[in-house]
Antibody
Framework: EVQLVESGGGLVQPGRSLRLSCAAS????????MHWVRQAPGKGLEWVSG????????GYADSVKGRFIISRDNAKNSLYLQMNSLRAEDTALYYC????????????WGQGTLVTVSS | DIQMTQSPSSVSASVGDRVTITCRAS??????LAWYQHKPGKAPRLLIY???SLQSGVPSRFSGSRSGTDFTLTISSLQPEDFATYYC?????????FGQGTKVEIK
């Protein structure tokens, strides 16, 4: 059974940093691209970042480019999102999502970890 | 960036109704389109990929189609468990983009 478990969310002040983690199991992690998708309160889904199987290809939404860094550790079956210079508008539930056969769409999702940016 | 314009933003329907949701891409994306169902407090669920392919385990009352840059999700006979918000997403290029969402509500 595919499982994706996010952690690392919490309350953080504007301008500070936070690192999210996603622990994956139930599939061959190093065969799959992975993504972060977020949902701000009362808003729709927003793709944040994606990484291919070995980190050779990475993409970011314009809203986080230059502030967020996605990475992965295939030996630990883990995905990460380093979030720097956080802003109030980064407040959201952050989902980790598995890419379906590297097609750029998401066939399994975690339950999400909540990030709140506030002073 | 490719913009995905989804309509309507909400629809009120009854159990048994046929519901259609549309998504228009700002430029050509081929068949690189997915549809998701999202319920409050749950993870989003992939329904349709490649514009019209049904994800494993998804009921056959869900279907997808494409005409040029216009894509449609159809629920042929709405069931109680289908009340949710639905999103389209283009998988053609970075950045991946979602439509604004369509909330399907009980009439």
């Amino acid at each position: 059974e595919v499982q994706l478990v996010e952690s690392g969310g919490g309350l953080v002040q504007p301008g500070r940093s936070l690192r999210l983690s996603c622990a994956a199991s139930g599939f061959t992690f190093d065969d799959c691209a992975m993504h972060w998708v977020r949902q701000a309160p009362g808003k729709g889904l927003e793709w944040v970042s994606g990484i291919d199987w070995n980190g050779g290809s990475i993409g970011y939404a314009d809203s986080v480019k230059g502030r967020f860094i996605i990475s992965r550790d295939n030996a630990k079956n883990s995905l990460y999102l380093q979030m720097n210079s956080l802003r109030a508008e980064d407040t959201a539930l952050y989902y980790c999502a598995k890419d379906k056969r590297n097609q750029g769409l998401f066939d399994y999702w975690g339950q999400g970890t909540l990030v709140t940016v506030s002073s | 960036d490719i913009q995905m314009t989804q309509s309507p933003s909400s629809v009120s329907a009854s159990v048994g109704d046929r519901v259609t949701i549309t998504c228009r891409a700002s430029q050509g994306i081929g068949n690189w389109l997915a549809w998701y169902q999202h319920k409050p407090g749950k993870a989003p669920r992939l329904l349709i990929y490649a514009a019209s392919s049904l994800q494993s385990g998804v009921p056959s009352r869900f279907s997808g189609s494409r005409s040029g840059t216009d894509f449609t999700l159809t629920i042929s006979s709405l069931q109680p468990e289908d009340f949710a918000t639905y999103y389209c997403q283009q998988a053609n290029s970075f950045p991946r983009t979602f439509g604004q969402g369509t909330k399907v509500e009980i009439k």
